[in-house]
């Protein structure tokens, strides 16, 4: 027996192993291959659960996973230019 966890595909691959338990915005974008924009508009319409710090924003690490193990990024946040 494996350690996966229920539900998951045995063949794919858990990109958000062994990273902090909160991201930054940045981060976040650079994981899921969007545009940091596309990330604040996540937060702004509550698609993405993030702790406001300060002037800034973390993500926890289980709303990257579930963001990942999802569908993905909603359509209506994606910048324009991306895909391009």
């Known amino acids: 027996m ?3 966890e229920s539900g ?3 063949g794919e691959r858990d990109i958000t192993l062994g990273l902090p338990e909160l991201l930054t915005v940045s981060e976040v974008a650079a994981l899921v291959r969007v545009s940091k924009m596309t990330i604040y508009r996540m ?6 659960p993030a ?5 800034s924003y973390r993500v926890p690490l289980t709303a990257v996973r579930r963001l990942t193990q999802s569908r993905g990024v909603p359509r209506d946040t994606r910048d324009e230019q991306e895909g391009s």
């Open 51 to 55: 702790i406001s710090v300060g002037k």
């Open 2 to 4: 494996g350690n996966h």
């Open 8 to 10: 998951n595909d045995p």
């Open 43 to 48: 937060i702004q319409k509550g698609d993405l």
